[in-house]
């Protein structure tokens, strides 16, 4: 089973500022099947990444994704009001289970 | 437009058991990859299983032998059949559609609880 760590585990910003994520497979994502989710406060996730850096339908440029083998990065280049929630990893390789990281939550400072 | 509908939860006991559905609208669940994914109360996301387009299934090692998933294709509905419930089964059960997950129902909650 492939574990993801994400960090860190709280990221304190300001709005207009530059959020990065990091996400850390303990071994190798096969063909960069890694994708990140936002989720808000008693909504379900919502996609913004597949396949490590595209874009999922009506994502803003402003979030990009980045990485493969084991390092993969979420960057979001300036941080809107909607943007502050926790956002999870999750790779979805050939061989379930499909798991995901413990999440980063983007708080505002 | 893609709906996700789940229904199905509430609350058990330890050991009982419990069926959950999930109806698609706008979406064809036999020609997808379909998974369940809980969140515990104030936890992070879960993994629980899938099913492929091909019928082939999968499970997290905390189900595995527990949990069932399948689907009705004319019912166009996904299905998970929860056995031998723990209390740490209790969480938010979310349908997903997609491999990655694009389209999700909007969950529903199950309670494990003497």
């Known amino acids: 089973e492939i574990v993801l760590t994400q960090s860190p585990g709280t990221l304190s910003l300001s709005p207009g500022e530059r959020a990065t994520l990091s996400c850390r497979a303990s071994?190798?994502?096969?063909?960069?099947?890694l994708a990140w989710y936002q989720q808000k406060p008693g909504q379900a996730p919502r996609l913004l990444i597949y396949a490590a850096s595209r874009r999922a339908t009506g994502i803003p440029d402003r979030v990009s994704g980045s990485g493969s083998g084991t390092d993969f990065t979420l960057t979001i280049s300036r941080l809107e009001p909607e943007d502050f929630a926790v956002y999870y990893c999750q790779q979805y390789g050939t061989s379930p289970p499909w798991t995901f990281g413990q999440g980063t939550k983007v708080e505002i400072k | 437009e893609v709906q996700l509908v789940e229904s199905g939860g509430g609350l058990i006991q330890p050991g009982g058991s419990l069926r959950l559905s999930c109806v698609a609208s706008g979406f064809t669940v036999s020609s997808n990859y379909m998974s369940w994914v809980r969140q515990a109360p104030g936890k992070g996301l879960e993994w629980v299983s899938v099913i492929y387009s091909g019928g082939s299934t999968y499970y997290a090692d905390s189900v595995k032998g527990r949990f069932t998933i399948s689907r009705d294709n004319s019912k166009n509905t996904l299905y998970v059949q929860m056995n031998s419930l723990r209390v740490e089964d209790t969480a938010v059960y979310y349908c997903?559609?997609?491999?990655?997950?694009?389209?999700w129902g909007q969950g529903t909650l199950v309670t494990v609880s003497s």
């Open positions: 997903a559609g997609g491999r990655p997950a694009e389209n």
């Open positions: 071994q190798s994502v096969s063909s960069s099947y």
